[in-house]
Nanobody
């Protein structure tokens, strides 16, 4: 069973920055894709950014140029650097990993609130 431990959420003013971290453990298989999703009440969960084990990245158009995803393959950790945060970035952010077996796992979520 894969465990995901997220950290780094919180309250920040518009224009500020936060860095989310997600450490994965317990997998006997390699992790292919690591990513971050977010969800606000009443809306579907959406992809924010993802990164493959080879370093290929994908971003939602709303965060391109402001957010940067990276990963430490040796420690199975993924990071999301969020800059120039806007109130519309407020959401519960979830870490997601997909193993080489195509099985996926979710973290418990970390709240990001952008407000003055």
């Amino acid at each position: 069973q894969v465990q995901l431990v997220e950290s780094g959420g919180g309250l920040v003013q518009p224009g500020g920055s936060l860095r989310l971290s997600c450490a994965a453990s317990g997998s006997s298989f390699s992790i292919y894709v690591m990513g971050w999703y977010r969800q606000v009440p009443g809306k579907q969960r959406e992809l924010v950014a993802s990164i493959t084990s080879g370093g290929s990245t994908k971003y939602a158009s709303s965060v391109k140029g402001r957010f940067a995803i990276s990963r430490d393959n040796a420690n199975n950790t993924v990071y999301l650097q969020m800059n120039s945060l806007k109130p519309e970035d407020t959401a519960l952010y979830y870490c997601n990993v997909m193993l080489s077996t195509a099985r996926a796992y979710w973290g418990q979520g970390t709240q990001v609130t952008v407000s003055s």
